[in-house]
């Protein structure tokens, strides 16, 4: 490692690939968002966002809700539940206040976490859908009262 200088990518950084949706700074988006492709947040999200590829939090970016993606890259701030399916890099500037199952991670000096970590080698493959709610399923018929 002499000689060598130490390279420090941050979440400005950016990605290889197509950048799909971008929550801008200043930003406030109320619902659940989902995404075959790359997705950034400099905004505030109030909701769950699925992610089939990347997904990137930048240093101004607030997720109020769970995130599940394939890979995610933190440097602003999630409260709630995190599923990556690959790398999850929690910058130093990064917080999230919630669990995280992922296959692998990686801390910098000063990023934070509150929560439990688990660390799987396979999970399932995010789908582009949320799964729905039982309010959303057809109501069963009640069945004819024939005690008359």
């Not at 990518?9 to 619902?31: H, L, M, N, Q, Y």
């Not at 505030?44 to 607030?62: A, D, F, L, S």
């Not at 439990?116 to 959303?136: F, G, H, L, N, T």
């Amino acid at each position: 490692m002499l000689g060598k200088a130490k390279t420090t990518v941050t979440a400005t950084t950016e990605p290889s690939g197509k950048i799909s949706t971008i929550i801008g700074p200043g930003a406030v988006f109320d619902g659940n968002l989902s995404s075959t492709e790359t997705i950034r947040i400099d905004g505030t999200v109030n909701g769950n966002c699925n992610c089939q590829q990347k997904m990137i939090v930048g240093p101004e970016g607030t997720v109020e809700g769970n995130i599940t993606s394939q890979s995610l890259m933190v440097s602003g701030k999630i409260d709630g539940d995190v599923m990556v399916h690959g790398k999850l890099e929690l910058l130093s500037t990064g917080n999230i206040h919630g669990n995280i199952t992922t296959k692998a991670l990686i801390v910098d000096e000063g990023g934070c976490f509150d929560g439990k970590c688990i660390m799987k080698d396979s999970m399932p493959v995010p789908s582009p859908e949320p799964p729905k709610k039982a309010a959303d399923a057809p109501a069963k018929e009640k069945p004819a009262d024939t005690s008359k």
